[in-house]
């Protein structure tokens, strides 16, 4: 398979987030179209010499799907020696019944890698994006301390075009969701095991959130007074990239949006 960068297929998008290709943002369809659970076509808008340079580029071919690109980080991901792994990305190691393992969390829920897949609260996981970005984290060993520079998504090469839908997709959401209420904010982010930060920023309420082990997201948030709206920022370690594509990142973080936002 030809590999594609995720931020390849959504440079090519409106960036709108209609909607009719039936996911709720462009950001979102581009990773289905990666996966290849979803064509590029899927997208009504789609002009025809987009379309003709991904089939040139065979992209949406019946054999190009998620299992073969999860398989791809798979085989790799097991490769990789597990003690040494699990330390560098700050998951927890041991062997079990001869079988060593990777135990980690992401966005809350319970992982374990193993020499044989990823399962998820001890069933074998069959969710595309979760086994692509933990095989991937698994595989980048990232190893590199919080350096405490908070940054926003576009401090990340090739993510100027993301900017503005992570914006409104994002961190408008959540202010829009809590604007007027930072008490039920923060009785959120309790929810979400957040801790409460303080320091770096000047706001109103600061708490991290580990999206991976060691991949923190920190929400900033503003209440709203008589004058403004609340509002809300999300800033990220600058070692994220070593982590992590950035591309799954923005991916990860929107799933936690949708999850901060979707109180089940
Ligand atoms: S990718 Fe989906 S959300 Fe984005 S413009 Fe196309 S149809 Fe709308």
């Not at 086994?131 to 980048?140: E, L, N, Q």
Request: hydrophobic share 35%; glycine share 4%; with cysteine.
């Amino acid at each position: 398979m030809p590999f594609v960068f995720m931020i390849d297929i959504f440079k090519r998008l409106p960036g709108t987030n209609c909607g009719k290709c039936g996911m709720p943002t462009c950001t979102a369809f581009a990773l289905k179209v990666k996966i290849a659970q979803q064509k590029i076509t899927d997208c009504p808008f789609i002009k025809k010499e987009v379309t003709e340079v991904f089939e040139k580029k065979n992209i949406t071919t019946p054999e190009d799907n998620y299992e073969r690109v999860s398989r791809e980080l798979e085989v790799i991901a097991k490769q990789v020696d597990f003690k040494e792994s699990a330390k560098a990305i700050g998951g927890g190691f041991e062997v079990k019944n001869e079988q060593e393992i990777i135990k980690l969390k992401m966005l809350n829920k319970s992982y374990e890698m193993h020499k044989d897949g990823l399962f998820e609260d001890d069933k074998y996981c069959h969710d595309s994006w979760s086994k692509i970005i933990i095989y991937d984290y698994i595989r980048k060993k990232g190893g590199k301390s919080l350096t405490r520079n908070w940054v926003t998504l576009g401090y990340f090469p090739n993510t100027a075009s993301h900017v503005k839908a992570f914006q409104r997709n994002a961190e408008e959401k959540i202010s829009e969701a809590f604007n007027k209420n930072i008490t039920s904010l923060k009785e959120r982010c309790r929810q979400l095991n957040g801790t409460e930060d303080s320091g770096r920023m000047k706001a109103d309420y600061i708490c991290r959130f580990n999206l991976l082990p060691r991949v923190p997201l920190y929400l900033c948030f503003w209440d709203a007074d008589e004058e403004f709206q609340a509002s809300c920022k999300l800033f990220l370690d600058t070692s994220a990239e070593a982590y992590i594509d950035i591309e799954y990142l923005a991916y990860l973080v929107e799933r936690f949006v949708e999850m901060f936002v979707n109180i089940k």
